[in-house]
Structures are given as C-alpha cells and as structure tokens.
C-alpha cells in the first residue's frame, strides 16, 4: 500500500522524502513503514532530495524568473534541509540573478504605461515577490529604465540606487 501510494504521487512529479513521508502519514501509514518504504526508495535512487533540488532550482528560475531567496523557500516548503537547498542554490550566482531580474525588467516594460516612477515602483515591487534583494530590484529597474526613453532615462538619472537599496536595509553590493 504504501509502496503504491509512493508511487502514484512520484508518477505527477519528482517529490522530495518530506513530501512522500507527508503524504503516507495523512493516509495513516505506521511510522515504521514509511521510514522502511522511504529508506529502500533512498537507497535505489527513486528518492533523491539533492538531485530534486538542483532541478527545481533550475528549473523554477529559469522558467519563473525567481531568485535564491524565492527558491530557497519554496525549498523549505518542500521539506528540503538547509544545507542541500544551499547546495543547489550555488548554481546562482549574483550575475546569473542580475541578468534574470533585467530580463524580468525588460519583458514587463515592453507593456508597461504610465509616469516613469509608477512604472519604476510596480517593477521593483514584482521584483521583491519573486524574492530578488531590494538592491537587485532598483538596479535591474534603473538600467532598463535609463535605456527605454528620455523621459525615462532622466527619471533613472536621479535614482540613488544605493541610498534606496540602504534604506531598505541592505548593504551596497
């Protein structure tokens, strides 16, 4: 039975040892056979925590545009210790996110309107839901910014970055 339900919920998609435990004890499955079931599925590969965190960390950033703060979370959610959700999360570095966060930038502003400091505070914003730093967020919002227009670029040119970065409570990168 508990072998059966493993298997069904692997089937929908990779699932982490937290989430199949998770799942065997709301159908009310001893103790003793999930860490039986979940230590034999461990043992044969089918369950592989580090190997299911490096894909989600993959995946879900370049497929959501999301950050390690965002990934590292979700991570959690899952069930995923500290140390391997780090381990998979060292596959991002603050390059690979600045890029991501513009591209995020750029695509937004293709269809964005209204005044340059509305526009600047919504992508900020949709930035820090998708867990980039306060300081990523203005830069990447800045740059795209300063390339869009005239109106555009001067509203830019008076961006601190920095100062709104540490009024936020965060340090210079």
């Not at 599925?41 to 989600?56: H, K, L, N, S, T």
């Not at 999360?89 to 995020?104: I, M």
């Not at 869009?148 to 210079?172: S, V």
Request: some cysteine; overall charge negative; glycine content about 6%.
């Amino acid at each position: 039975m508990a072998r059966e339900i493993c298997l069904r919920q692997l089937a929908v998609r990779p699932r982490t040892r937290a989430e199949l435990a998770k799942a065997l004890a709301r159908k009310e499955i001893s103790e003793e056979v999930v860490a039986e079931v979940l230590d034999r599925y461990d043992e044969v590969g089918i369950i592989d925590d580090a190997a299911f965190a490096r894909a989600w960390v993959t995946s879900r950033h370049s497929g959501r545009g999301l950050a390690r703060r965002a990934l590292a979370n979700e991570l959690r959610q899952r069930g995923v210790d500290a140390e391997t959700a780090g381990e998979a999360l060292e596959s991002l570095d603050d390059e690979s996110e600045a890029a991501t966060a513009r591209v995020l930038v750029d695509r937004k502003l293709r269809t964005a309107r209204g005044e340059p400091e509305a526009v600047f505070r919504r992508l900020v914003a949709m930035l820090a839901r998708k867990g980039y730093s306060a300081g990523v967020a203005i830069r990447a919002v800045k740059d795209a910014l300063a390339d869009r227009d005239a109106e555009a670029a001067e509203f830019a040119d008076a961006i601190d970055a920095d100062a709104l970065a540490d009024q936020a409570g965060e340090p210079p990168a």
